[in-house]
Antibody, heavy 116, light 110 residues
């Protein structure tokens, strides 16, 4: 069974940093592109970042470009999202998901709250 | 990149069919087959219902179907059931190598 388990969320002050992790199991991790998608409280879905299976190519939404970095460690079957210079508007549940163009499955999400 | 345009809400009675539209531009929906649809129940993670415009993942009911014409994609749910009540989101690949979602549509089963 394919499973994605996010961790690393929490409360952080504006301007701070946080690193999210997503542990994958049940499939050959390095064969698949992966993505992060977020959802602010009561709002819709927003694609954040994507990465190729090898990790050699990364893609980011304009809203996080220069602040967030997606990466992966295929030896550990783990996806990461390094988030710097966090802003109040980054407050959201962050989902890890398998895929570059269509996302399936999704993790349960981890909540990031940016507030002083 | 602006969000794709979806109606805020749609409704239908059990057994009826409904269609949710998703309008983009010639740089996203109109340009690529990479249009997907997701179902999200409250407090749950989204679930992929349709990918590549009209393909259903294994395990998704054939009551769900997708199509595209020009810059507008559509999700049709036939034989509405109570458990179909949820939020539905479309997404598309874009010419900027990014993905964009629609604002979401709340489906109410009357």
């Amino acid at each position: 069974e394919v499973q994605l388990l996010e961790s690393g969320g929490g409360l952080v002050q504006p301007g701070g940093s946080l690193r999210l992790s997503c542990a994958a199991s049940g499939f050959t991790f390095s064969d698949y592109g992966m993505s992060w998608v977020r959802q602010a409280p009561g709002k819709g879905l927003e694609w954040v970042s994507g990465i190729s299976g090898s990790g050699g190519r990364t893609y980011n939404a304009d809203s996080v470009k220069g602040r967030f970095t997606i990466s992966r460690d295929n030896s550990k079957n783990t996806l990461y999202l390094q988030m710097n210079s966090l802003r109040a508007e980054d407050t959201a549940v962050y989902f890890c998901t398998n895929g570059r163009f269509a996302f399936d499955p999704w993790g349960q999400g981890t909540l990031v709250t940016v507030s002083s | 990149q602006s969000a794709l345009t979806q109606p805020a809400s749609v409704s239908g009675s059990p057994g009826q069919s409904i269609t949710v539209s998703c309008t983009g531009t010639s740089s996203d929906v109109g340009a690529y087959i990479y249009v997907s649809w997701y179902q999200q129940h409250p407090g749950k993670a989204p679930k992929l219902m349709i990918y590549d415009v009209s393909n259903r993942p294994s395990g998704v009911s054939n009551r769900f179907s997708g199509s595209k014409s020009g810059n507008t994609a559509s999700l049709t749910i036939s034989g509405l059931q109570a458990e179909d009540e949820a939020d539905y989101y479309c997404s598309s690949y874009t010419s900027s190598n990014t993905l964009v979602f629609g604002g979401g549509t709340k489906l109410t089963v009357l």
